[in-house]
């Protein structure tokens, strides 16, 4: 794994985009030493991350309206729908046996108005486990700022390794310091990751590998004393989202280009290096060690060009028979997934469940770290579509967004049909675009074209509806061109 430069070169912003939220090591400990012991079930663990999310989006929702200097539009309740839309499953009843579960430890309080976290061990029924773990961690009553982002992805479904592995690294390297800043750098061996959440050390490397791979970790370089006495220099990501870009983008001419954006996501099964041979050991006796005294068989190979073959192999078409990690990573792939899935019968071909396979890639992509290929082939195949959370349709959306009506679309080197020579748009088409999409961010709600004149007093109505049907009829052909493409 390449390493990053050194902390003041690498620009890390101030605080976790997305937000935060304030929790402290006793409330980290006291949730996993319940879930060590057995006290609660995993899933309950995970709820309790969700609530987590649940009253920070309260409370950043009344912020905004402060700052707004606008009156919250009443008293927002507590659901389980909301609850259910973060950790996803079945729901329902299983949702409220946790919240009980979670009561009757000591955890949390669960009501329509409020939810009320334990902050101490002595609030709980059975506080030696966490006790002990906090014996183990040394510091008791730090708040570590946890970004909203890593909460909901733990709330989704990541693996119980991964999640102490980032919890390990949140605990070891993200402080809040003064002038509402955050520092994500610091140290964390595997072995202490192992020995405080009593999982395996190999299994934390492994996990940290993953970690890498979707871009929330970065290893940087320190020196051997120092790894061997605190652990491996490591920074945390402050701008990690979800990885929604595929991670390569195959050409028609058979080359490859990075994807933009979304992390640095690698597929996370590789094969293992191949066994060196050993020059010390014995070669097995020979079968039959007397040399033939005429040739058999021995005609010489035809003449041609030695290496690998530099023709193109022609690639299969993507199938539910058979996933492969490409068919997960490249987008028009999936669209070919998609196809199989309606021609098998899995879906019926409508755009929500369009979106339904998008966001089975999404969730097998980022959870499915060992096998992410056979988690895609068994949510679709079982139906199981109530296992996808809110973050994973949030991030196919992002994506189908991205390749439906993106710059990337209109790129003359993608693995789908390529934009004609007629959809190249003029200057003026260019420019509202460009206008339309910084007035979207901006949440405009009046007539562009108004905006624009302000500015721009020689634009009128019929140059402006001009350049409008034509990003329009652009819009409408690249479409229709991806219809061809996948039919």
Partial sequence: MECLPAAAERPTPARPVGGFRFVTTTQIAMAWAALVNKQIRYRAFRVYWACHELVERRRA???GCKRAREKPAGKQKFTLQELHRLVGGVGGAHLRADLRVLEHVGLLRWSESNIWFAEGPDELRDPAPALSMLARIGSRCRRVPIPRQTIRFIAGGARRVAVSTMLGHLIRCVFYKGNNRCSAEGSCAA??????FGVSRANVVEARVHLESIGWLQRIESDHWHRQRYGGRAVVNLAWKRPV????????????QPGSGGGTAQPATESRPRRTVSATELRPPDSNVKLLAEYKNQEPAKRGPTGASSKETSKKKATMRHVVPEDLSDTARTFELFEDAKRCGYVRGSEADRLRIFAAVEHARTVGDRNPCG??????????????????????????KRFLFGTERGEAKRPVAVAPPSMALSEDA?????????LARERYQG????????EYPEWTRERWEQAVAELENARLRRVSSLAAATA
Avoid at 447 to 454: N, Y
């Fill in 61 to 63: 929702y009344e912020n």
């Fill in 447 to 454: 007539d562009a074209f108004h905006a624009v004149r302000r």
């Fill in 430 to 438: 260019r420019f509202v675009g460009a206008v339309r999409q910084m």
């Fill in 245 to 256: 870009a595929h991670d390569r983008l195959v050409c028609r001419d058979g080359t490859e």
């Fill in 191 to 196: 072995s202490w990751v192992g020995r405080v």
């Fill in 375 to 400: 988690l895609f082939s068994w949510l679709v195949r079982g139906e199981r579509w109530q296992y996808i959370t809110q973050s994973d349709e949030d991030a196919a959306q992002v994506r189908l």
